[in-house]
Antibody, heavy 121, light 106 residues
Framework: QVQLVQSGAEVKKPGASVILSCKASGYTFTTYFIHWLRQAPGQGPEWMGR????????NYAQNLQGRVTIARDTSTHTVYMELSGLRSEDTALYYCAREIAVSGTKAFDLWGQGTMVTVSS | EIVMTQSPATLSVSPGERATLSCRAS??????LAWYQQKRGQAPRLLIYGASTRATGIPVRFSGSGSGTELTLTISSLQSEDFAVYYCQQYNNWPNTFGQGTKVEI
C-alpha cells in the first residue's frame, strides 16, 4: 500500500550526527516531493527541508542550513536526512512527509510513522 | 517567517456540538493554508488544504474558511473520534510554518 516507513529511534551524544531514512512504497517515487519535519513535545511541527526525488534538488530551512542534508536513493525509493552538530534542543520526533500532488500546494498528504531522536550526554 | 497563532489553546466541547478553531497569520497567507488533525502517538493527518478543500476521505463535517490573516476550521457536529489536536500550516511563504495547535477535548 501507499506508505512511508521510517527507521528506528536513535540516541546520540551532543556534537554527533544522525542519519534517518524514509522508504516510500505504493506510488511513483520520483513524482512527489518528500519533506522532513520535526516536532518537539507539546509543539507544532517544524519544517526542516525537502527534496525532489526526480532530480535530487533540495531546499532547507535557513535556521538549519549547514547542519541538515537530504538525499535520495532512487534504486531503493528511500530518502535520507542527516543532521549534524546535534544539540539537546534537536531532541524531537522526526517525520518524513509527502507533498500533495496539487499544483502550488505545499501540504502533506502522507506521513511516515516518525522517528524519535534523543540527544543526551 | 510567518508566525501562525491558533486559538483557543484548548476547546472543551461535547459530542454533537459545533467546534470553531481559529488560526491567525502574522501576514497574509492568501488561501495557502492547511489544517491537520493529530491524535496521541500518531502522525498528523491532512484535513483541509487551500483553506477550504477537504483532503481525500475527510468527512463533510470538517470545513475550512477564510483568507488572508484570519482562517477558521469548523467541525459541525463533533464525533468521539474528533477529539485530538489540530494544527494550521501556511505554505504561502518559505519556510512553511505551523501553529502551536488547538486541543479539542471533552
Amino acid at each position: 500500500q501507499v506508505q512511508l516507513v521510517q527507521s528506528g529511534a536513535e540516541v546520540k551524544k551532543p556534537g554527533a550526527s544522525v542519519i534517518l531514512s524514509c522508504k516510500a512504497s505504493g506510488y511513483t517515487f520520483t513524482t512527489y516531493f518528500i519533506h522532513w519535519l520535526r516536532q518537539a513535545p507539546g509543539q507544532g511541527p517544524e519544517w526542516m527541508g525537502r527534496i525532489n526525488p526526480g532530480d535530487a534538488t533540495t531546499n532547507y530551512a535557513q535556521n538549519l542550513q549547514g547542519r541538515v542534508t537530504i538525499a535520495r536513493d532512487t534504486s531503493t525509493h528511500t530518502v535520507y536526512m542527516e543532521l549534524s552538530g546535534l544539540r539537546s534542543e534537536d531532541t524531537a520526533l522526526y517525520y518524513c512527509a509527502r507533498e500533495i500532488a496539487v499544483s502550488g500546494t505545499k501540504a502533506f498528504d502522507l506521513w511516515g510513522q516518525g522517528t524519535m531522536v534523543t540527544v543526551s550526554s | 517567517e510567518i508566525v501562525m497563532t491558533q486559538s483557543p489553546a484548548t476547546l472543551s466541547v461535547s459530542p454533537g456540538e459545533r467546534a470553531t478553531l481559529s488560526c491567525r497569520a502574522s501576514q497574509s497567507v492568501s488561501t495557502n493554508l492547511a489544517w491537520y488533525q493529530q491524535k496521541r502517538g500518531q502522525a498528523p493527518r491532512l484535513l483541509i488544504y487551500g483553506a477550504s478543500t477537504r483532503a481525500t476521505g475527510i468527512p463533510v463535517r470538517f470545513s475550512g474558511s477564510g483568507s488572508g490573516t484570519e482562517l477558521t476550521l469548523t467541525i459541525s457536529s463533533l464525533q468521539s473520534e474528533d477529539f485530538a489536536v489540530y494544527y494550521c500550516q501556511q505554505y504561502n511563504n518559505w519556510p512553511n510554518t505551523f501553529g502551536q495547535g488547538t486541543k479539542v477535548e471533552i
